[in-house]
């Protein structure tokens, strides 16, 4: 059931990221905000249905809350992403923010964190407790995994390599002072991605005590979410590059994001080469085994 329902939001998700670059104005705009529900969809929905609702639950309050509150803070004060403004095309808005925002730092949250746990091997020890059989914090995870952290907090923020060049082009924001900017990205200040880096790293922090120990693993469900990052990653390049004429956005992102994605990809395929020899060594007690 949980494989079946993300799978099929996950092709709808597709075919309207494959449209986008086909359409203009207030099309693509609409498009741009569909796109941000199915993702949202798509991610909680995975993290009630293969993990329960406490974890939905968590990630709905530090993405999507958590969010809201930084985009508001940011609007407002300049802090922590730098001076900046919405224009009308994303939807309504509350306290100077679209409401489709904060859903697209949960959309892509989710991933990122199932993709860092992935390579990180998840938590050592009992996963009913996150620990060793004892109930103690593993050496590799525990409630404060800070490798785990720091790689999905670095993927997060390194898709908005992709992201911001991507919006500020369409016009659906704009920053009142874009200095100092990274070459070949104009409009968009280093400040901003430095502060999504700070806010991811809060975030993801605040997901693994908030969620609990069924975070703290992967297993065959998340298929669909490993293949949404990796989709979001592959296919950002190639739009960026060709479509959306973004040559810089598309070099910058495929650099910054392959630190989580490359990886991903190359344990994955050598995952499903194991499994086709019989060679998969064995797991150890609450790591996966199946993804």
């Known amino acids: 059931m949980t494989r079946r329902l993300s799978w099929a ?11 986008y670059p086909l359409t203009t104005g207030e099309t693509r ?3 741009t905000v569909a796109t941000v529900v199915l993702g949202y969809l798509l991610s909680v929905g995975h993290a009630l249905l293969s993990r329960g609702p406490r974890t939905a639950a968590a990630l709905v309050a530090v993405a999507t809350v958590g969010g809201f509150a930084i985009e508001a803070l940011g609007v407002a004060t300049g802090f922590p992403f730098g001076s900046y403004d919405y224009s009308g095309e994303l939807g309504p808005k509350l306290a100077g923010v679209p409401l489709i925002i904060p859903l697209a730092w949960t959309w892509m949250a989710w991933p990122a ?33 800070v490798r785990r952290i720091a790689l999905a907090a670095v993927g997060l923020a390194a898709w908005d390599l992709f992201l911001d060049p991507q919006m500020v082009a369409e016009g659906y924001w704009v920053w009142r002072d874009a200095t100092p900017a990274l070459p070949g990205l104009p409009g968009i200040p280093v400040s901003n991605y430095l502060g999504w880096l700070l806010f991811a790293v809060l975030m ?10 069924a ?28 479509f959306l004429d973004l040559p810089a956005s598309a070099l910058w992102g495929a650099v910054g994001m392959s630190v989580a994605a490359v990886p991903l990809a190359v344990t994955l395929i050598r ?8 060679t998969r060594q064995p797991q150890r007690p609450g790591v996966d085994a199946t993804a």
């Open 215 to 242: 975070v703290a693993t992967t297993d065959g469900r998340d298929g669909p979410m490993f293949a949404l990052w990796l989709w979001t990653y592959f296919s950002s390049v190639l739009a960026h590059a060709v």
């Open 29 to 31: 705009a609409r498009l």
């Open 113 to 145: 964190w199932l993709a860092a746990t992935r390579l990180t091997g998840g938590d050592a020890g009992d996963p009913r407790t996150g620990g060793d059989s004892g109930g103690r914090p593993g050496r590799r995870g525990g409630r404060f995994p």
């Open 271 to 278: 995952s499903r080469r194991d499994d086709r020899h019989g």
């Open 9 to 19: 939001l996950l092709a709808v998700l597709v075919l309207a990221q494959i449209c």
């Open 204 to 213: 993801m922090s605040a997901l693994r005590p908030l969620a609990g120990p």
